[in-house]
């Protein structure tokens, strides 16, 4: 609100258990909040999912959990909290979020029943990065989200990427850290439906 977005999305790893409160809270602001996850997947790359309702959101939960990996290295409880609308704890989960077992190819077909969209999360990032392991012609996705710092320079490096529908955001882990509105999209209106349709065109202009 301080920051006077029009559109912020909360994208937990590996989780939509948090999304019930925000859904909550989402009728006192005027910003819309787009419900999503960020889901690593198998071949160790990240993967924002987006939904139209927090209802289909809800939905993958379970999926998620079900096919959560097994990394238990520096593992504490007590950073996965779950809060009510007030920041009072109301239960920890007791497995770690950090990775799952879920292919890709998996993944998009669990986020297509809900009619959801797919973004290839921050590409440019060397080690986790989906073009470890696809060219981008083999697999099905939306978008590509690049990291601003750096965006020109690994676009000029890198011009095909310029055929691809690019996201930028803050990829904020705290409060502090989301940055002003910077980064724009040109729709029709403000609504949920409006940025689907932007996202779902498939091509950067």
Not at 27 to 46: A, K, L, Q
Not at 116 to 133: E, F, M, P, Y
Not at 141 to 153: G, H, M, S
Request: net charge negative; aromatic share 12%.
């Amino acid at each position: 609100m301080l920051q006077k977005l029009d559109f912020i999305s909360i994208t937990d790893h590996n989780s939509t258990k948090q999304l019930k409160v925000i859904n909550e809270l989402k009728d006192s602001y005027d910003f819309i909040v787009i419900p999503g996850v960020e889901v690593t997947v198998i071949e160790n790359f990240d993967v924002l999912c987006y939904f139209r309702t927090f209802e289909d959101a809800y939905k993958i939960d379970m999926f998620l959990e079900n096919n959560l990996g097994t990394n238990w290295k520096n593992f504490s409880e007590t950073d996965q909290v779950i809060t009510d609308i007030y920041d009072t704890p109301l239960e920890t989960f007791p497995k770690p979020l950090t990775s799952t077992l879920i292919s890709y190819k998996d993944l998009v077909k669990e986020v297509r029943k809900y009619n959801g969209a797919i973004v290839l999360a921050h590409i440019d990032r060397g080690s986790t990065s989906a073009l470890n392991c696809f060219k981008l012609n083999e697999i099905e996705f939306d978008a590509i989200e690049i990291q601003p710092y750096f965006k020109d320079e690994y676009l000029k490096k890198n011009p095909q990427l310029l055929n691809y529908r690019i996201l930028h955001n803050s990829d904020s882990h705290s409060l502090l850290s989301i940055t002003e509105p910077e980064f724009f999209m040109e729709l029709e209106d403000k609504s949920i439906d409006s940025f689907f349709k932007f996202i779902m065109e498939g091509k950067n202009e």
